[in-house]
């Protein structure tokens, strides 16, 4: 059974609903309060963060913006000093590439400048080596003939029962001990170091001339006409140089009339010269016989006194001031030879015509100068018996000079200094015959003469052989 309510009841309920109430309220209230106030200080916190962090974003775009500026003025610095080093860089490496260009152009034109120095030393030296070798050859040829000549004569004068080497020394000092026989030495000399002149000239371009008998004869004609037919008081200065000239001008025409035939007409020059010697021999005769011989015998007139050459006045002999001539021609024909640009034409035209044709030489033109210049020199020996010696035309006069020279012009090897030398060694074995006439015969010495000759021409070929085999 239920039990009944108390009257105090009710109000203790309302009472505690109240209280309820009121804590609710109050806490309601304070709640509120309480959310008010975090809501108010979380907005604030908010706004502050938000304030702050507006304030950090400033800043940090102020920090930035000026980091910002000062990277970009770093970078533009950088980029303005960069530039200005690569430019300036540019500028160096472009003076220096430049320069190195220069150096480089310099460097290389100086190894192509000491290339083509050494080119041409090389060259240079290649040509003097070749040269030395020649000259040597040469001389061992002449040597070798000469050594080959002295020991045949030995044999043919064992032959004729005499000691050679009694015979060889009585020849040696009987011409050096006696003027007369030393100043024939030198006329004999004189005339064949003229021919002999005259043939090397020609052997120098490829030619042989074998007409120097006849250029020399054609010489002492033309010499001997023109001396006789000057004033007879014509003065040396005068006299001479003409009569000179006269006998130079006659050989010349000879000996160019054969390179003519040769140039023009293909006709080989030792035929036409040949051919020439006995024609020139043969118009030199009857002109004696018709115009020049004088009361029967075969002598000229006289030329006029002013073209004499004074005699060297060695015992009595003929030597005379012709021998000056044959050394300023030997001498002046070695300095054409080797030091003109002339004298290097010929001697190429010797050598190679096709290869001298090439290089715009004209050989046509060369070899008939040359042939020419060979006349002129033999022509000039024609001083040496007219004016030097007989001072008239005579039949004869000179006769085998010409052929003799050919000797003088091997055994020298055609060099004009070697020529010179040559034409002693054959005067004397000339001269050096008569002094030893009372031992052997005089045509034993004669015949040596032409065993030089035959020497010679077996010696130069042995020379080449023995080199070749080395």
Known sequence: MTEPERPDAEPKRAASDDSAAGKRDASGGGDEGTREAKRGARDDGAEASRDASAGGAKAKRDASGGEDKATSDAKRDASGGEDKATSDAKRDASDGGAKRGARDDGAEASRDASGGGAGRAADA????????????????????ALLASIAIGSVLMLIAGKAPGHVWWAMVTRTAGEPYLLGQVLYKATALTLTGLSVALALDAGLFNIGAEGQLTAGVLACALVGAALPAGTPAVIAIPVCVLAAAIAGAAIGGAIGVLRVTRGAHEVITSIMLNAIVAGVALYLGNRVIFRGGTTRGAAIAPGAELPQLGLGGSSANAAVVLAALAAVGLWWLRSQTTWGRAWRAVGQSPEAARSTGISVGKVQI???????ALAGLAAA??????????????????????ISAALLGRTHPIGVAGAALVLGFLSSGGLAVGDLIPKELTEMLQGVVVLAVAAAGPWVRRAEAAQ
Request: aromatic fraction near 4%; avoid cysteine.
């Open 125 to 144: 030296e290649r040509r003097v080596r070749m040269l030395a070798a020649g000259r040597r050859r040469e001389v061992q040829a002449a040597v070798i």
């Open 369 to 375: 100068l040359v042939m020419a210049g060979s006349g």
């Open 384 to 405: 040496n018996f007219v004016l030097g010696h007989k001072h008239a035309f005579e039949e004869g006069l000179g006769r085998g000079t010409g052929l003799l020279g």
